[in-house]
C-alpha cells in the first residue's frame, strides 16, 4: 500500500510536468526561431526564475549526457532520434539530448498507462472495498455501542441482585457458621447419646419380645403337678390329707370328667374350693354366657415351689359351681381387699346355684361377715325401691349376650351384664359386682367407665359405687358335717364362726 501511494503521488507530479512541459511549447513554439529557443545551454547557474532557471537545473541533472559537437549531420539525427523518443525538438539541436525531456517520461508514462491504471482501478476497487468494510466496521461499532449502552441497565440491575443475595448468603453462613461452631455439636452428641440409649432399649425390648413369643408358643399350657390326693370337692381333699392350698384334681361325680380347680386349705381351716378369683386385672370377665357357662381363666401357677400354689383369675364355670351346690350344702365366702390392703369378708351359710335350665338362679341364706349382705338385702346406702332393686337373691343370671335381669325384660337397650361389666346376678341393677371391670387403684369415675355406670368389682356396702377391689375372691365348700358338735358353722355366732374370730 504504501509503495502504492508513493507511486501515484511520483504519476500525479508527473503528469503535472507534462502538462506544463506541453502548454510551454504549444505557447512558446511560434517564437522559436529557426536554430532552436535560447536557452539551456549557458551554463549560467544564477537562479532567475522562469522556465530557462529549470533549463540549468536540467544541465545538472542526472539525465544530463556529454555535450556532443554540434553539427547539421548530427542535428537531423538528433532530430531523427528525439522523434523516436517522443517527438520533441531541442532549441538547439547542437546541445544534444541531455536527458530525458517530459515528452519522453510522458510517452513512457503513457506506455506504463495502461498497467499503471489496471493496477489503480484495482488500487480503486479494494480502497472501494475498504471503504465499505470501514464503513461496515463503522456500523458494527456503533451497533456495539448501542448495545453495550443497553445492557449497562441490565448490568447494574443483575449487579444490585447478586450484591444482595451475596449478602443474604452471607448472613446465612455466618449463622450456620455460629450454630455449627456453637450450641449445634453439643446438641448433635445429646441426639447420639440418645439414640444410642433408645437404641439399647430397643435392643432389649427384642429380645424380651421374642422371649415372650418364644414362651407364648404353649400360652394356655400350664404345667402342673397334680397332686396324688384327690377328691370329689376341695373339702373332701382336705379330709383325706391334702392340706395344701395349691391345685388339686376333683371329680364331683364318678360319670364326669375331673377338672381342675383351686382349693383354700388354710382360710377358716380349710377345704375351699375357690370358684371367682380376681386379683391383678390379668383376665378380662366381660364374656358371654357359653364361656361363664364352661369358665375360663387360669386355676393357678407355679411360681417356682414345684407345684401350682398360686391361684390366676378365674370363673369355675356355671355348670361346676351349679353342681357342686347342690352336691350337698354348701357355703360361700366373699373375701375382698381394698387398695390399703384392708380385708372383708361376707359368707353366707347356704350357697345354691340353680342348673343352666333355671338360668343358674341364685339363692343364698345365713349371712355373717363385716362387707355387708349386699346379696340378700341390696345396699344399705340406697333406700326403698332402689335399694330393693339391688338385691340379687333369686336371680337369674346375666352376661351380655343373655339379659335375664330385672331391668325392662326384652328391652335390648336395658341390659345390666352390658352396662357393669361381667356376668352376674343382675337384679336391677346391683348392689355387689365380683365381676366387674378392674380398675387399677381402686377409685374410678363415671366418666372411667365405657358406660358411665359403676361397673368396677364393687361391694357398695363397703366402699360404694365407684370403688373398685384390689381383689375379690368366692369360695365354696360343704356346710361343715366333718367337725365334731359344729352343726353348721357358717353360721354367725357358731362354734366354727366363734372359733375362726
Ligand atoms: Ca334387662
Redesign the pocket.
Same mark, same amino acid.
Given at each position: 500500500m504504501k509503495w502504492t501511494l508513493v507511486l501515484l503521488f511520483c504519476i500525479t507530479a508527473a503528469q503535472a510536468v507534462v502538462l506544463d512541459y506541453d502548454e510551454d511549447m504549444d505557447s512558446d513554439e511560434p517564437e522559436v526561431p529557426a536554430h532552436g529557443p535560447p536557452r539551456g545551454h549557458r551554463p549560467d547557474t544564477t537562479f532567475t526564475g522562469g522556465r530557462h532557471s529549470t533549463d540549468n537545473h536540467r544541465q545538472t541533472g542526472r539525465y544530463g549526457p556529454n555535450p556532443t559537437p554540434s553539427t547539421s549531420q548530427s542535428q537531423k539525427t538528433d532530430d531523427k532520434v528525439l522523434q523516436s523518443k517522443g517527438g520533441c525538438n531541442h532549441l538547439n539541436a547542437n546541445l544534444g539530448v541531455l536527458c530525458p525531456n517530459g515528452c519522453e517520461l510522458r510517452t513512457a508514462l503513457l506506455k506504463e498507462d495502461a498497467s499503471m491504471q489496471l493496477t489503480i482501478d484495482n488500487l480503486t476497487t479494494d480502497i472501494s472495498h475498504l471503504y465499505r468494510s470501514t464503513i461496515r466496521i463503522h456500523e458494527y461499532v456503533d451497533k456495539m455501542d448501542l448495545e453495550m449502552q443497553a445492557r449497562k441497565p441490565q448490568y447494574s440491575g443483575n449487579k444490585n441482585l447478586v450484591i444482595t443475595h451475596n449478602t443474604e448468603l452471607e448472613t446465612y453462613f455466618s449463622a450456620i457458621k455460629e450454630k455449627v461452631k456453637g450450641p449445634l455439636p453439643s446438641a448433635i452428641s445429646n441426639i447420639r447419646f440418645l439414640l444410642n440409649s433408645l437404641k439399647k432399649k430397643l435392643e432389649t425390648l427384642k429380645k424380651a419380645v421374642q422371649t415372650q413369643v418364644q414362651f407364648c408358643e404353649h400360652p394356655c399350657t400350664v404345667t402342673c403337678n397334680i397332686p396324688v390326693v384327690s377328691g370329689k370337692e376341695c373339702n373332701d381333699i382336705y379330709t383325706k390329707g391334702g392340706k395344701k392350698s395349691q391345685l388339686y384334681l376333683i371329680q364331683p361325680d364318678s360319670h364326669k370328667i375331673p377338672y381342675r380347680i383351686y382349693c383354700d386349705m388354710v382360710t377358716e381351716q380349710g377345704g375351699w374350693a375357690l370358684i371367682q378369683n380376681r386379683q391383678d386385672g390379668s383376665v378380662d370377665f366381660g364374656r358371654s354366657w357359653d364361656a361363664y357357662k364352661a369358665g375360663f381363666g387360669n386355676i393357678a401357677f407355679d411360681v417356682g415351689k414345684g407345684f401350682c400354689d398360686t391361684p390366676g383369675e378365674y370363673w369355675l364355670g356355671n355348670d361346676q359351681i351349679s353342681y357342686l351346690t347342690k352336691l350337698e350344702n354348701t357355703e360361700l365366702l366373699f373375701e375382698m381387699k381394698d387398695w390399703e390392703n384392708n380385708k372383708l369378708t361376707a359368707e353366707y351359710g347356704k350357697f345354691v346355684v340353680q342348673n343352666e335350665a333355671n338360668t343358674y338362679r341364685l339363692s343364698v341364706d345365713r349371712y355373717f361377715g363385716n362387707a355387708g349382705n349386699t346379696l340378700m338385702e341390696g345396699s344399705k346406702t340406697l333406700y326403698g325401691n332402689n335399694r330393693t332393686m339391688t338385691i340379687h337373691q333369686n336371680m337369674m343370671f346375666s352376661t351380655y349376650d343373655r +339379659?335375664n +335381669? /330385672?331391668?325392662?325384660?326384652g +328391652?335390648l337397650n /336395658?341390659?345390666?351384664a352390658r352396662e357393669d361389666g361381667g356376668g352376674w346376678w343382675y337384679n336391677r341393677c346391683h348392689s355387689s359386682n365380683p365381676n366387674g371391670r378392674y380398675y387399677w387403684g381402686g377409685n374410678y369415675t363415671r366418666q372411667m367407665a365405657k358406660h358411665g355406670t359403676d361397673d368396677g368389682i364393687v361391694w357398695m356396702d363397703f366402699k360404694g359405687s365407684w370403688y373398685s377391689m384390689k381383689e375379690m375372691s368366692m369360695k365354696i365348700r360343704p356346710v361343715f358335717t366333718n367337725i365334731p358338735n359344729i352343726p353348721n358353722p357358717g353360721l354367725p355366732g357358731s362354734p366354727r364362726a366363734t372359733l375362726e374370730k
Open positions: +339379659d +335381669d /330385672k331391668w325392662l325384660p +328391652d /336395658k341390659q345390666c
